[in-house]
Every structure is written in structure tokens, then in C-alpha cells.
């Protein structure tokens, strides 16, 4: 493992002069709970020549913190002028905070979902056409609860699928009015669901990820009740 070159880009990403590196053993610079993945990919490797491996690790900075980087290995053992493993790493510490929040934040949505008694629904967002496609990606128990609906029965399927074509339409536009805007909205919709249940109080939010609306999360309130008191007052 013993570093015999090191180009100057080291000095720009982690803060190293090159020649200080070089001589040096590469585990050492790794962080401990990483060494054995590590280890892992550089025995792959030599086991396989012709593929590269690719092994995300903690490396320490010239200043002492410790900084991700993504290290793709291969094998150039045959090379005359390499003769060993020749590394390409980018750092990607950015990247890997932003995937420690997103799941701190699925995690957050999880327990939101099992425990709130709102009807909650989580709608992915397709953007590969010109037009984004809307598909149902998962149903709060309260939102089961309160209509009847289940997950398995309208994930993956578009606001028409699962409830028609007079009523879909009218849902999806609402979606796309939200992801348009590109900001939480709320409207009041009829939506007879179940018995009790036909009027909802909607408030849309979007979920930006690396600056694209790629999830709406909706939360529904049964307002029927309200909506019925209101209607007897007018006729009054």
C-alpha cells in the first residue's frame, strides 16, 4: 500500500504537498471504521484485473478532519512505468452530507407516516418527458384509515388510475400547479372517498432534490362536516 506517486491536485483537495505523501502507506490516511472496505476493493482488484473498483472512504485532511472521497481503483500491475494500483479520487464530502440529511429526513417522513392520523400520501414525480408524470408512491395509515385506500393499491399508479377519468384529472393538475409553482398550496376538494368523507381540505408541498421537484408530499383533511354545517347555514 505504499504511495510511490501522488499528483498535485492532492495539495487542493486535501491539503497535502504531494512529496509528503509519497513513501507513506495509503491505510494509514484512512479512517479506521473504513480500512477493511478498503481492503475489500484493493483485494478485488488484483483478483480481477480488468475491472476497476470503485470504494467510498474517509480520508484524513492535512488539517486533521476527515474528508470523503470516492477512490476508483485499477489494476496496473502489468504497466511498466505504474507497476501497481493506479487511484483516481474526487472528494465528495458535500455529497455525502447531503445523503446523511436526505435519510435523516426519509427517516423523519417515516415516522411522520406511522404515527400522525392525518391523511398523509407521498407522490413521485417522473420528469423524463416533457410533461411530469405523477404516480402514487405511498399512503399514511391515517390516510388508509379514513378512505379505505391502501398503499399496495395506488402505488405506482397515476392520480387517473386510481381515482378515474372525471375526478384524475382534477387531482393532477392540482400536482402540477404545485410543482409549476415550485412553493406548498392549499385548496379545498370533493372527493368522495368514503362514507363521511367527501370533502378535504389539500395542502401541497415539494420535495427539491439537487434543485429538481422529484417528490409531493400532500396532507388531506376531512372537512365534510364542516363543509355540511356551512351548506345548512346558506340554505338557512
Not at 141 to 146: A, H, L, R, S, W
Amino acid at each position: 500500500g505504499t504511495m510511490t506517486y501522488v499528483s498535485p491536485a492532492v495539495k487542493r483537495v486535501l491539503g497535502y504537498d504531494p512529496e509528503k505523501l509519497v513513501g507513506n502507506t495509503g491505510y494509514e490516511y484512512v479512517h479506521p471504521d473504513d480500512r477493511q472496505r478498503n481492503a475489500n476493493a484493493v483485494e478485488a482488484v488484483l483478483e480481477t484485473p480488468g475491472e476497476p473498483q470503485t470504494v467510498e472512504v474517509r480520508f484524513k485532511h492535512a488539517d486533521g478532519s476527515w474528508c470523503w472521497i470516492e477512490a476508483t481503483m485499477r489494476n496496473r500491475l502489468e504497466d511498466d512505468v505504474i507497476n501497481g494500483i493506479l487511484l483516481n479520487s474526487r472528494e465528495i464530502t458535500e455529497r455525502k452530507q447531503q445523503e446523511q440529511e436526505y435519510q435523516e429526513l426519509a427517516e423523519e417522513y417515516e415516522a411522520l407516516l406511522r404515527t400522525s392520523g392525518d391523511a398523509i400520501f407521498l407522490v413521485n414525480i417522473d420528469t423524463t418527458d416533457e410533461e411530469p408524470e405523477f404516480r402514487f408512491a405511498r399512503l399514511s395509515p391515517g390516510y388508509e384509515t379514513q378512505t379505505g385506500i391502501t398503499t399496495e393499491e395506488v402505488r405506482g399508479n397515476t392520480p387517473q388510475e386510481v381515482f378515474g377519468d372525471e375526478q384524475g384529472p382534477e387531482i393532477e393538475s392540482n400536482f402540477r400547479r404545485c410543482v409549476t409553482q415550485r412553493k406548498p398550496i392549499s385548496y379545498r376538494e370533493e372527493l368522495p372517498l368514503a362514507e363521511g368523507a367527501r370533502f378535504w381540505e389539500t395542502s401541497l408541498a415539494p420535495v427539491v432534490v439537487d434543485g429538481e421537484i422529484a417528490r409531493i408530499v400532500g396532507i388531506a383533511r376531512n372537512v365534510t362536516e364542516q363543509v355540511e354545517r356551512e351548506r345548512e347555514l346558506e340554505a338557512t
